[in-house]
């Protein structure tokens, strides 16, 4: 895991809120005293509780509630916004506060991105910052310091959890199929708020629908609905309530239930919180990224695109097929294996990809995808027969047991006999049947490091 040192220490004036950030990658490489924006927040209020809110979800585990000491987002400078990113402690929360340059002034917004921490003493600090207070912010080369005219906070630099990384590239393509549902105002947001249940609460969940009395939560499925599976789990809005000036809902461009997301609209800014389909369920575990990484040329067209990334909040994907020579198809393969390495995210407001750097690490794709290692020794194996007479249909013979794998009538991916697809579907990604049958229709399949596959499914094999 890559750390990033300190090297020095910002100088502000009294009265105001200074952010000093650890050394970064910019688009000019790495800046070893990097300044990302000096300036003033014209709405200090907001962007004081919008860290708040992000440091209560990233130190709760939502399912079966327990509090934690977690307090550490992901910054990144795109030039145009500042972003913080989060997951909760139990990794089924996602959440990102974009502090728009509407709401930033003196300053230019600069490019990068550091992984910082908003420990005790910075979180005092941020919740006595009030509406009249005078917010500077130096986002720059040490740490997180914060100074108001009473008070002084310092933060160091920490470690990103290694599951995070996992999580970012699942969250970016689980939110890469959520379109924008409904969108209301200022009284039926603030509404919506107030009647959030607690975090403590039992698991509520239902069909949220924009009506015109506000926002209601229905039992069952109708036209413009999304499924909100627990939510309790957008409870840490509520400290935003005062603020909120609108509300946007995502969910399945199908309309089924699955992942969600809720984005309140802030002066200045906007904050959203996309929840897993399952309370339960984490974003690192989800595997949503593996039918994307299951191609021969993925690694090598990621490594293409990559110098073509210049923390753009906006990532065009015609622009880079154009620069690269690669087709669309390959193009979105490729940000598949850089989401996979926490480099882009999917932003469903612009519904477009946006560049974050994280330190690189080459076998990241290998580790964090036990399933597609162990469907590329099953082809190196030659464990993958087509069925005579049957066009599209496999045999994967995997521990000496020979699995179907057969096309799906109305699925994407095609379905499988292992125990693993049984019990959960395609709803956590292929199998590894699946996707060496994937693997063996490409062309040359590169050959991984060797590594312990993951534990197969109850009863049975992934």
């Known amino acids: 895991m890559t750390q990033r040192a300190f090297v020095g220490e910002s100088a502000l004036g009294g009265g105001a809120l200074g952010l000093a950030l650890a050394p970064a990658l910019t688009p000019d490489g790495l800046a070893a005293s990097p300044s990302f924006f000096h300036g003033f927040a014209l709405h200090p209020q907001v962007l004081a509780r919008g860290l708040v809110t992000l440091a209560d979800i990233t130190a709760t585990r939502y399912f079966k509630y327990v509090p934690t000491t977690l307090h550490d987002p992901v910054l990144t400078a795109h030039g145009d916004r500042l972003r913080a990113e989060v997951f909760s402690a139990c990794n089924g929360v996602y959440a990102r ?139 840490a809005l509520r400290r935003l309530l005062t603020h909120a000036e609108g509300l946007a809902a995502y969910g399945p461009a199908d309309g089924s239930a699955g992942p969600a997301a809720i984005e309140l609209e802030l002066p200045g800014a906007r904050i959203l919180l996309a929840l897993t389909e399952e309370s339960w369920r984490g974003y690192s575990g989800e595997g949503a990224l593996l039918e994307g990484l299951a191609s021969p040329t993925v690694l090598d067209d990621a490594d293409l695109l990559s110098v073509s990334l210049a923390f753009e909040p906006v990532v065009d994907e015609g622009k880079l097929s154009r620069e690269s020579g690669l087709d669309l198809a390959r193009v979105r393969g490729a940000l598949a294996v850089l989401a996979a390495s926490g480099r882009v995210g999917w932003d469903v407001r612009d519904a477009a990809w946006f560049h974050r750097e994280l330190p690189s690490d080459p076998d990241r794709v290998t580790k964090d995808n036990p399933r597609l290692v162990a469907a590329r020794k099953l082809v190196e194996a030659g464990a993958v027969r087509p069925v005579d007479g049957r066009p599209g249909e496999f045999t994967v013979t995997s521990s000496g047991t020979p699995y179907r794998v057969t096309p799906g009538a109305v699925e994407p991916l095609p379905r499988c006999t292992c125990l693993w697809t049984l019990k959960h579907g395609n709803g956590r990604g292929p199998c590894k049947h699946q996707l060496a049958v994937r693997l063996s229709l490409g062309a040359e399949v590169e050959l991984a490091a060797p590594v312990e596959d993951e534990a197969p499914a109850a009863g049975g094999t992934a």
């Open 97 to 235: 506060l974009d502090v728009l340059g509407a709401g930033l002034a003196g300053g230019e917004i600069s490019h990068g991105t550091p992984n910082v921490d908003v420990g005790t003493k910075m979180r005092q600090l941020l919740s006595a910052v009030g509406r009249e207070s005078t917010l500077h912010l130096d986002v720059g080369e040490e740490g997180l310091r914060a100074v108001t005219a009473t008070d002084t906070a310092v933060e160091r630099p920490v470690q990103m959890p290694d599951r995070w990384v996992r999580a970012l590239g699942n969250a970016a393509e689980l939110h890469h199929g959520l379109i924008e549902v409904f969108r209301v105002g200022k009284l039926p947001a603030r509404q919506f708020l107030t009647q959030l249940p607690p975090v403590t609460a039992t698991n509520k969940s239902g069909w949220l629908t924009a009506g015109r009395t506000g926002i209601r939560v229905a039992p069952r499925p109708g036209p413009g609905a999304v499924f909100v599976n627990g939510l309790h789990r957008l409870s």
